[in-house]
């Protein structure tokens, strides 16, 4: 009797639910689209570079920075958009695809997921170093890893720790790293 009345409350909130998202969606209109609701000025703007058009000995360049964080987010939000257009494009292949050129996409979307990870990794390796935050970038080229600056400044020996990591999850040799201090 018991299972009757809890199965018979469960479909009763199911239904109004249900309910509930049907006129959500029916009075609701269409949904609006990221880009939409995405300020682009917010999105492009990482530094403004101003420049005062008088020759004057103090008239010099001034950037207007973001904080740190913004520029973390903006990293990360970047090297995101750029995976997922990239991993899009490789779906749509492999979808439209015959075998050969299948095998060859499927290898690149892998390396893709493998390159993610191996960021993710070091990311987490040096923000558990005792770093505030950072960023990694894995390119064909090499990696580049933007790093927020310590109070203290980054040091040689924090760089040498720093690339001793990006070695140990990669195959990438010393000339290949690129550490880069976000202040």
Same mark, same amino acid.
């Given at each position: 009797?018991?299972?009757?009345?809890?199965? *018979?409350?469960?479909? &009763?909130?199911?239904?109004?639910?249900?309910?509930?998202? @049907?006129? $959500?969606?029916?009075?609701?209109?269409?949904?609006?689209?990221?880009?939409?609701?995405?300020?682009?000025?917010?999105? #492009?703007?990482?530094?403004?570079?101003?420049?005062?058009?008088?020759?004057?000995?103090?008239?010099?360049?001034?950037?207007?920075?973001? %904080? =740190?964080?913004? *520029? !973390?987010?903006?990293?990360? #939000?970047?090297?995101?958009?750029?995976?997922?257009?990239?991993?899009?494009?490789?779906?749509?292949?492999?979808? @439209?695809?015959?075998?050969?050129? /299948?095998?060859?996409?499927? =290898?690149?979307?892998?390396?893709?997921?493998?390159?993610?990870?191996?960021? %993710?990794?070091?990311? %987490?390796? /040096?923000? *558990?170093?005792?770093?505030?935050?950072?960023?990694? @970038?894995?390119?064909?080229?090499?990696?580049?890893?933007?790093?927020?600056?310590?109070?203290? &400044?980054?040091?040689?020996?924090?760089?040498? #720790?720093?690339?001793?990591? /990006?070695?140990?999850?990669?195959? !990438? $040799?010393? =000339?290949?790293?690129?550490?880069?201090?976000?202040?």
């Amino acid at each position: 009797m018991k299972t009757w009345k809890r199965n *018979a409350v469960i479909a &009763g909130v199911l239904v109004v639910v249900c309910a509930g998202i @049907y006129l $959500n969606w029916l009075y609701g209109g269409s949904t609006p689209e990221l880009t939409e609701t995405l300020d682009a000025d917010k999105i #492009l703007g990482e530094t403004t570079l101003v420049v005062n058009d008088t020759i004057d000995q103090s008239a010099t360049p001034v950037l207007q920075q973001q %904080s =740190s964080d913004e *520029a !973390f987010a903006q990293m990360r #939000l970047s090297r995101q958009t750029a995976r997922d257009e990239a991993i899009t494009l490789l779906q749509e292949t492999i979808a @439209y695809a015959d075998g050969e050129d /299948v095998s060859q996409t499927d =290898s690149q979307l892998e390396q893709i997921i493998s390159d993610a990870l191996s960021e %993710s990794e070091i990311e %987490s390796m /040096v923000i *558990a170093k005792g770093y505030a935050d950072c960023v990694a @970038y894995i390119t064909d080229d090499g990696i580049s890893l933007a790093v927020a600056v310590p109070e203290e &400044g980054l040091t040689q020996s924090d760089v040498s #720790l720093l690339a001793d990591i /990006v070695m140990s999850q990669t195959d !990438f $040799n010393l =000339s290949d790293i690129r550490v880069i201090g976000v202040e």
